[in-house]
């Protein structure tokens, strides 16, 4: 079983890959199922932050210990919402999805060579393990969009759930990789 570290670093891993399939494609067709396949993992990625990374900085770390990663999450939900709604062919597609990767890149290497370092110091083998299925679980219920713009409240994770079945129907209407073209990260 892994620890929280090990599924959160092959998230990174899983979104820098699609990333890499969407900018070495000149297919607008290609892009637009990779750009649906790193949206689709970068929106439930930052849910499972929400409801189980960032809770437990604040718990074992010290009350706010998650703050500064709460105000990047919400500036790269920002970004992934516009990147989301860009067609290929728009001459943003691509500066856009530089800049959004630009800062998840960042924020990704501070929370595996910091925050991720800090909490497993502070935590039991068996609880990175628990952490790490609990944060599993939480993406099978996660929005697939970013919606940075639902109201900053106590109750914003329920709202934000709420949203979830209306982004699955939707994608049932999206174009996606072919399960062979995904990129296989061992």
Known sequence: MNRLTDVIRADHRELQASYDCLV????????????????WGLARHIVGEE???FPALDKYLGAGE????????????EKLQVFQDLKASDPRFIPTLTI???????????EE??????????????????LAKSFE?????????????????PHR?????????????QD???????????????
């Open 157 to 169: 994770t329920i709202v934000e759930l709420t949203t979830a079945p209306v982004d699955y129907l």
């Open 66 to 77: 998650a703050t500064q990663d709460r105000r990047q999450n919400q500036i790269i939900k």
């Open 172 to 186: 049932l209407f999206r174009k996606w990789p072919d399960p062979e073209d995904l990129p296989h990260l061992d």
């Open 51 to 53: 409801l189980v990374l």
């Open 100 to 110: 959004l990767m630009d800062d998840l890149a960042s924020h990704a290497e501070a």
């Open 137 to 153: 679980r939480t993406k099978w219920f996660a929005p697939t969009r970013a919606h940075p713009d639902l109201p900053d409240s």
């Open 24 to 39: 070495s494609s000149d297919d607008p067709d290609e892009q637009t199922r990779f750009q649906n396949q790193l949206t």
């Open 113 to 130: 060579d910091k925050d991720l370092v800090k909490l497993e110091g502070a935590i039991t083998a068996e609880e990175s393990r628990r």
